[in-house]
């Protein structure tokens, strides 16, 4: 029995945890739609020939072949920029082609995923693909390198949301596909990235259209792609995701500051690195300003967004507290790096050790092998999708210890060469889509997938472009070193007249018959001879480069046994359906 006084105390207690767990329901109400609703159900409860329908299959085309453009809109005109710049140059800010489509793209990568999660995707993707598209019809008409640079800064940009595919095509399938699902993206890479450089060698030996005819096509696929997206990629839309929040809100909400410190650090910061002992010396103020000032921008960014007390923050600072997940985001970086490495040497290595007595044609063909290597290795690792982190530290390991054997190329050894170039490649490409997609499994939330990707897109991007600027100064530095101490003792021993060796030096560089010619005192011996040399040189310069992967290497290793094991994370759910069909009403609880 109880009192009258206890029992008022009683149901007074009750009433109060009432309105707590009312206040706490709210709480959780307001989180939620703050994040974007929760569309997850698992595969067996959505429409039936949903896996087959024209919203999905042309979402999955989109996907496909805007990756694909995206890869291209660089990858395509890379092989031949000093074609392209004999053909509207010369100009000594060619190097800005490259600059600018890594710049916008690599900025572009966190602002898509972070937008898109808070907006809805759609028309970032529509956006992208239709700015990618236009900046291909500037490229493709520019009369002169400024000009090439202006569309491939717009390329650059489009491809940021093109270069979004691992969180895109992610959300659309069970979670247990989304290894497969990413070799399917990656499918479409094989003639933008895997054939590249034979394509567009193609195009200036074999069409009339020359260089140009690279920029046409990528018109006629962008502008496919932006209407596919267009017609079949229907994600949740901003009144889906956030059912009691409007657009105006979180625009007043939005981390403007943030952003203005993540864009400004890494631009400059990358240009600085990227500028350095190219188109200025290290110790130039052009390059330390630029990386100092990028730096505190981004250690700026960090403090802010960390203490900043941001309602929608640029970086939401738990997903760095995911040690899985920035293993993966790590392991993903360094893999990225060593593919960079094999993009960026071998190619020039072809040219300079194993081209002589071979047609351009063949030197593109064999250019193409670490691309395809890459390829390979992502689709052959897409079907083991148990134990990834076991795979990864194999892989990983296996794919360095290839990487480091090249350094024992010389100029007599190209088939070796090409072997171990596709095995490090192959392996490193197999690591790549492990982290690829581990990376948006390992996330607690995965209503911050376009979050968590963009993020580790720029990081990737960060990282490797620093691993690759250190692989060209290397080598940079170490042929400044070898040409003079091999080539000219090999010319003089040669009977070549001392001064006549800067005129060989010279025609090495430009390989033209008139170059050869201008050359008092040349002979076919003594041009044997110091071709010899010189190659002997390049061999010894990209030896060092090879064994300065290891450093990396090997920090990708050790962190490869952090790697995260996700075999229980790996079930049927779908995170996003498109369509009205299957999604949840916006009056439903």
């Known amino acids: 029995m109880t009192t009258p006084k206890e029992e008022t105390q009683i149901n007074t207690t009750s009433h109060l945890e009432i309105l707590h767990d009312k206040e706490k329901t709210n709480s959780f109400q307001d989180e939620d739609d703050i994040k974007g609703r929760d569309f997850t159900v698992s595969d067996s409860e959505l429409p039936k020939g949903y896996f087959t329908s024209a919203n999905f299959l042309g979402s999955m085309f989109a996907i496909g072949l805007s990756f694909g453009c995206g ?42 995923g972070r937008l898109s999660d808070l907006f809805g995707r759609r028309w970032f993707f529509i956006g992208g693909n239709a700015l990618a598209t236009l900046g291909c019809i500037v490229a493709a008409v520019a009369p002169d390198i400024p000009g090439l640079i202006a569309g491939e800064t717009l390329i650059g940009l489009g491809a940021a949301s093109q270069l979004s595919y691992a969180f895109a095509i992610s959300e659309l399938v069970p979670t247990t596909y989304r290894f497969l699902a990413q070799a399917w993206v990656f499918a479409w890479a094989i003639p933008s990235s895997g054939f590249a450089p034979a394509i567009a060698y193609a195009y200036i030996f074999q069409t009339s259209v020359g260089w140009r005819g690279i920029f046409y096509l990528l018109i006629a696929l962008n502008g496919s792609c932006t209407l596919a997206w267009y017609f079949f990629y229907k994600p949740p839309t901003f009144n889906m995701k956030h059912s009691s929040s409007t657009k105006r809100q979180f625009l007043l909400d939005f981390d403007y500051i943030g952003t203005l410190l993540f864009t400004m650090g890494l631009l400059l910061f990358l240009m600085g690195i990227s500028w350095g002992g190219t188109l200025h010396p290290w110790n130039s103020a052009h390059v330390i300003v630029t990386i100092v000032v990028g730096f505190v921008s981004l250690v700026a960014f960090f403090c802010w967004e960390a ?32 593919y960079y490495a094999l993009a960026i040497i071998w190619p020039s290595m072809v040219a300079v050790l194993y081209a002589d007595g071979h047609g351009v044609m063949w030197a593109g063909w064999v250019s193409c092998i670490s691309n395809s290597g890459i390829l390979f ?30 350094a024992s190329s010389t100029p007599d050894t190209p088939v070796r060469a090409a072997i171990f170039v596709f095995l490090a490649a192959a392996f490193i490409g197999w690591n790549e889509i492990l982290n690829s997609a581990v990376a948006t499994i390992c996330i607690k939330d995965q209503r911050e997938i376009g979050t968590a990707t963009g993020i580790a897109g720029s990081a990737r991007s960060f990282i490797s ?9 290397v080598l940079s530095n170490r042929l400044a070193k070898t ?17 006549s060796v800067p005129s060989f030096l010279s025609a090495l560089t430009l390989g033209t018959p008139a170059a050869w010619s201008a050359v008092e005192g040349l002979t076919p011996d003594i041009q044997a001879a110091g071709v010899r040399a010189y190659q ?46 299957g999604q949840k009403k916006d009056n439903e609880v």
Request: hydrophobic share 55%; glycine share 8%.
């Open 536 to 581: 002997e040189a390049n061999a010894s310069a990209y030896k060092t480069v090879f064994l300065s992967t290891i450093a990396f290497c090997g920090i990708g290793i050790i962190c490869s046994f952090f790697a995260p094991n996700i075999d229980h994370l790996l079930g049927r759910d779908v995170v996003v359906q498109l369509g009205r069909s």
């Open 377 to 406: 290795g992502e689709f052959v690792g897409a079907f083991f999708k148990k134990k990834t982190n076991i795979q990864i530290i194999v892989v990983f390991f296996i794919g360095s210890v290839f990487l480091a054997a090249m």
């Open 307 to 338: 203490w900043g007390n941001l309602k929608e923050p640029l970086l939401p600072m738990h997903l760095l507290k995911n040690m899985p997940w920035n293993v993966t985001v790590l392991l993903w970086s360094l893999g990225a790096a060593v």
């Open 465 to 473: 472009t620093i691993c690759s600027t250190i692989y060209t100064v």
């Open 71 to 112: 890869v291209g809109g660089f990858g395509l005109a890379a092989p031949v920029l000093s074609f392209i710049n004999a053909d509207i140059g010369p100009d000594p800010n060619l190097s800005w082609v490259a600059l600018s489509y890594l710049l916008t793209n690599s900025v572009g990568l966190m602002l898509v």
């Open 483 to 499: 040409i003079p101490t091999q080539v000219p003792p090999a010319l003089l021993s040669a009977g070549l007249p001392e001064a």
